[in-house]
């Protein structure tokens, strides 16, 4: 059972536009989420996170929007560049701790 | 700090063959975590430690795999015996309550790539 879904494998953008990744999750005890971002042959790389008292969080370009009642969430990059293309993953816990990883989505960013 | 290191990584083996990995934590960091990935999927949590202590083991840790941290610093996983279907990056992580970092802010390793023939 996945209870966190990220159901578009790719995407692809063009540099300076807006980069829009979605993910969905089913347990509703998750109370965190994070994305991360991950180039090959590395490990994920922290990018941002939101506590599920909060609906939306910014860092820079990043911003990720959180909708408990949907229990949808979305991470927005603005402007992308060719440097954000690599593979994300939304990821979510409850209070056990561990994170609870989604299959990720590629983005490409294209001049 | 330099952030979570893995050794080795890589690491190619005959089926049947131990192995063992080592993950070097952020130094203030007192949890640590163990996840698997393999290909098209994210990483899938194992087991984590709290200073030495062991919290919890995923239903995916089978009686050949294990791992310590015996003095609440770098940790180890050994896998015994191994078979083709462990083949994968074993990723290593690690966090704590330090600044604004709060426990759920995982930072991970480089990985380690495990292939076995």
């Known amino acids: 059972d996945q209870q966190v879904k990220q159901n578009s494998p790719s995407l692809s953008v063009q540099e300076g536009r807006i980069s829009i990744l979605n993910c969905d999750y089913t347990n509703s005890m998750f109370d965190y989420f994070l994305w991360y971002k991950k180039y090959p042959a590395e490990g994920p790389t922290f990018l941002i996170s939101?506590?599920?008292?909060?609906d939306k969080n910014e860092d820079g370009r990043f911003t990720v929007f959180l909708n408990k009642s949907a229990k949808h969430l979305s991470l927005h990059i603005v402007p992308s560049q060719p440097g954000d293309s690599a593979v994300y993953f939304c990821a979510a816990s409850d209070n056990t701790d561990k994170l609870i990883f989604g299959t990720g989505t590629r983005l490409q960013v294209f001049p | 700090d330099t952030g979570v290191s893995q050794d080795p990584r890589h690491k190619i083996t005959k089926r049947g063959q131990n192995v063992t990995f080592r993950c070097d934590p952020i130094s203030e960091h007192n949890r640590l975590y163990w996840y698997r990935q393999t290909l098209g999927q994210g990483p899938e949590f194992l087991t984590y430690?709290?200073?030495?202590?062991?919290?919890?083991k995923s239903r995916l840790l089978s009686d050949r795999f294990s791992a310590e941290r015996p003095k609440g610093s770098f940790s180890t996983l050994e896998i015994q015996r191994t078979e083709q279907g462990d083949s994968a990056m074993y990723l290593c992580a690690s966090s704590g309550e330090t600044g604004t970092q709060t426990f759920n802010e995982q930072f991970f390793g480089p990985g380690t790539r495990l292939t076995v023939l």
């Open positions: 939101i506590s599920s008292i909060k």
């Open positions: 430690f709290q200073n030495e202590a062991q919290l919890e």
